[in-house]
């Protein structure tokens, strides 16, 4: 086996494991009778991220660079950060008994600055590598952490719905894109 089979074995492992507990999680917030549409947004958003994340990997961007050569302790931990923090998002969206949650709204606004604190380091990780590697303009990841510290300074529902929507158009952009310039 070459090193980077060996790095990619536990990064496919954390990549798996996040998009799944998302899944669960969308699953079950559609069965549920009091859902909130803002915490599904924000559930959507991060399995965006994750697509955004493999693609990235695809194409040899930010995360790709990590390993031209021979695999680095720093390059593996640097991969698997991202979708890491992505998963203890889901966690803090869902918990850990997400069929166990009567009301989406109520869970949403508990679990809020622990979701925004990793959504933080989320944007401050990947604008970092992906500005360090030529990969994007670092624009976006600035309006993002600004929509992300709104979000932390305020309980506001108005406000959390307009900064979910922005955040899904950014998202969406990020997942869009590729496909358009692929086709």
């Not at 944007?123 to 670092?138: K, M, Q, R, W």
């Amino acid at each position: 086996m070459s090193g980077i089979e060996f790095v990619l074995i536990p990064i496919s492992i954390d990549l798996g494991l996040a998009p799944a507990r998302i899944l669960e999680g969308l699953y079950v917030v559609s069965e549920s009778q009091k859902r909130y549409w803002v915490h599904t947004v924000w559930l959507c958003n991060n399995l965006g991220q994750i697509f955004i994340y493999i693609w990235t990997w695809r194409v040899g961007g930010s995360v790709g660079a990590l390993f031209e050569g021979e695999p680095t302790f720093a390059g593996l931990i640097l991969s698997m950060s991202t979708p890491a923090i992505i998963f203890l998002q889901a966690l803090a969206l869902l918990g850990q008994t997400p069929s166990s949650t009567q009301d989406w709204t109520e869970r949403f606004y508990e679990s809020r600055t622990r979701f925004f604190i990793l959504n933080a380091a989320l944007i401050i990780f990947a604008g970092f590598s992906s500005v360090s590697y030529d990969v994007v303009n670092p624009v976006p990841f600035a309006g993002l952490l600004l929509l992300n510290v709104v979000a932390l300074a305020t309980g506001d529902r108005r406000a959390h719905e307009a900064i979910a929507c922005i955040a899904a158009v950014i998202v969406a952009l990020g997942v869009g894109l590729p496909i358009l310039q692929s086709a």
